[in-house]
């Protein structure tokens, strides 16, 4: 059993910074894409940002330049580096991975940006 585990959401002003945590667990082969969603309050979930296993990268263009997605294969762990935060960023964030041909997600974790 696969499991994803999401931390490091909370509430921040605007202009300020959160580090997302997605830690993997489980009967785990080979991780290889890893990305980012998100969930704005009454709407659809999109995607934030991609990792692959080697470490390339692709945002979409609302997080460019404020976003960083990394990720550590040795602890199976993604992270979201967030900074100049903004109101509109505001939503619950979720992992998910591509594992062993079958695709995982986390429970998500609650971000705020409001002054």
Sequence with gaps: QVQLV?????????????????VVSGSIFRINDMR???QPPGREREQVA???RDGYTDYADYVKGR???SRDNAKNTVYLQMNSLKPED???YYCK???????YWGQ??????SS
């Design 50 to 52: 991609t990792i692959t």
């Design 36 to 38: 980012w969603y998100r």
């Design 6 to 22: 999401e931390s490091g959401g909370g509430l921040v002003q605007p202009g300020g910074s959160l580090r997302l945590s997605c």
């Design 90 to 92: 505001t939503a619950v």
């Design 67 to 69: 976003f960083t997605i």
């Design 97 to 103: 991975a591509s594992i062993n041909a079958e695709s």
């Design 108 to 113: 998500g974790t609650q971000v705020s940006v």
